[in-house]
């Protein structure tokens, strides 16, 4: 087995097998990131499902906006207690859902004060540029054209884990967004340049855990082990696009000037 | 090395491959197999089966949507041409997306008759796919219980 940081991680974090609500502290692991998977396609859930628990995500995955909504605590006016515990670190949805869409869900989640911050990705079958402008106006962090790829995903865990090293910037925004403050971490320009298919070369038949780390080029910023701060302290409400690495066509840039 | 369990697998990776070559399955398919390991390693099956309920269901809906004596709510098909189009790419039935796409289209134009043969259609491809896949798994299961591992196919 690989001895960088990436497995020791995943190890770690197989170990501390916290309950969703069971957490009172911020979580020491790297990998304890917990997503919020909404999608009405039981089929696809399953599979975005394996996908973020192969990134070492845990996953809450369920199939209407009125369900996610109710997970958070958003669904009544009340300010339960609980939510403190209650930590979702990102929140992926399908936009085409009956009842309430993606983009419905995403409206209601940036209306919160508890999760507004908490970064969105949108999933779609459809590549319609009208429907990913109007997500990333409204403050959705990314678009997936589906169906969805290990690469899609690791390429979101690799830019939360890169928000947690970057201390003193804006940790919503994607590394190569951000302004390079004080942090020893250069902002890489292109190494998440992924192409849907580049992470993992040829015969992916089979993949091995330790991989999940292994194909973004990332930076040191995986071996350390400094302790998570959620998203959520984030103060900045202002920072509402960040560009996604581009990639397939359904990844559109939006840039707006560099917040500096 | 056993001569049964390398012919075997020669056979299943011919099978496979076929397959590709056909058209049944595309690159997601291969994705969703990377996704197997040790640790998950009916994840394949698991989600195939989904789908093929799926299938079931809404070519049911379709069915009866279609079956209206009077007017036909072509926007009630074209919700569940959506959902199967939707999963049949999730799991990389190709054929079955494909179908899919021209049903969306006939349900778009209103096209009884177009999406009367299309359900057929898309009825007996994902029955066709459905029996592809038993095979290929019969033959995975025929290999491990003569000794071998399945061999991962590179289909590039």
């Known amino acids: 087995?690989?001895?960088?940081?990436?497995?020791?991680?995943?190890?770690?974090?197989?170990?501390?097998?916290?309950?969703?609500?069971?957490?009172?502290?911020?979580?020491?692991?790297?990998?304890?990131?917990?997503?919020?998977?909404?999608?009405?396609?039981?089929?696809?859930?399953?599979?975005?499902?394996?996908?973020?628990?192969?990134?070492?995500?845990?996953?809450?995955?369920?199939?209407?906006?009125?369900?996610?909504?109710?997970?958070?605590?958003?669904?009544?006016?009340?300010?339960?207690?609980?939510?403190?515990?209650?930590?979702?670190?990102?929140?992926?949805?399908?936009?085409?859902?009956?009842?309430?869409?993606?983009?419905?869900?995403?409206?209601?989640?940036?209306?919160?004060?508890?999760?507004?911050?908490?970064?969105?990705?949108?999933?779609?079958?459809?590549?319609?540029?009208?429907?990913?402008?109007?997500?990333?106006?409204?403050?959705?962090?990314?678009?997936?054209?589906?169906?969805?790829?290990?690469?899609?995903?690791?390429?979101?865990?690799?830019?939360?884990?890169?928000?947690?090293?970057?201390?003193?910037?804006?940790?919503r925004k994607l590394p190569e967004d951000s302004v390079p403050v004080n942090t020893s971490f250069p902002p890489p320009p292109s190494p998440f340049t992924i192409s849907p298919d580049s992470s993992d070369s040829s015969p992916p038949?089979?993949?091995?855990?330790?991989?999940?780390?292994?194909?973004?080029?990332?930076?040191?910023?995986?071996?350390?082990?400094?302790?998570?701060?959620?998203?959520?302290?984030?103060?900045?409400?202002?920072?509402?696009?960040?560009?996604?690495?581009?990639?397939?066509p359904a990844r559109r840039q939006k840039m707006r000037s560099p917040l500096d | 090395m056993d001569a049964h369990v390398a012919q075997l697998q020669m056979q299943y990776r011919n099978y496979i491959l076929s397959l590709y070559q056909q058209g049944f399955l595309d690159d997601q398919f291969t994705e969703l197999k990377s996704l197997q390991d040790d640790g998950s390693p009916d994840f394949v099956a698991e989600v195939l089966s989904l789908f093929f309920d799926d299938c079931v269901k809404l070519v049911g809906n379709m069915a009866r949507a279609l079956d209206q004596t009077g007017t036909v709510d072509f926007s009630q098909v074209g919700a569940n041409v959506h959902q199967l189009k939707g999963s049949s790419s999730s799991v990389g039935a190709k054929r079955v997306k494909g179908l899919c796409i021209n049903f969306k289209e006939l349900c778009e134009a209103k096209n009884y008759e177009g999406c009367v043969r299309c359900l057929q259609q898309v009825d007996i491809e994902y029955k066709t796919l459905k029996a592809k896949l038993q095979d290929m798994f019969n033959l995975e299961k025929q290999i491990v219980q003569a000794g071998g591992i399945v061999p991962q196919v590179d289909i590039n």
């Open chain 1, 1 to 171: 087995m690989a001895r960088d940081g990436g497995v020791s991680c995943l190890r770690s974090s197989e170990m501390m097998r916290v309950g969703i609500g069971g957490m009172e502290s911020p979580p020491l692991d790297l990998d304890e990131v917990h997503v919020l998977a909404v999608d009405d396609s039981l089929v696809d859930r399953i599979v975005i499902e394996r996908l973020l628990r192969i990134t070492s995500c845990k996953v809450t995955a369920v199939d209407s906006g009125w369900r996610a909504l109710e997970f958070l605590g958003l669904d009544n006016e009340k300010a339960s207690a609980e939510l403190d515990r209650l930590k979702v670190d990102l929140i992926i949805t399908d936009y085409c859902m009956p009842g309430m869409t993606g983009y419905e869900l995403l409206k209601k989640i940036k209306e919160s004060s508890s999760f507004r911050q908490v970064p969105v990705v949108i999933m779609s079958s459809e590549n319609v540029l009208t429907r990913i402008d109007r997500c990333l106006e409204e403050g959705a962090e990314d678009f997936l054209l589906k169906p969805v790829k290990l690469a899609d995903v690791k390429r979101l865990r690799s830019y939360l884990t890169g928000d947690v090293k970057l201390s003193n910037a804006n940790k």
């Open chain 1, 205 to 248: 038949l089979t993949i091995s855990p330790e991989l999940s780390d292994s194909s973004p080029p990332l930076s040191p910023l995986e071996i350390s082990s400094s302790p998570l701060s959620s998203p959520i302290d984030d103060e900045d409400d202002d920072d509402v696009l960040t560009s996604s690495p581009e990639s397939s």
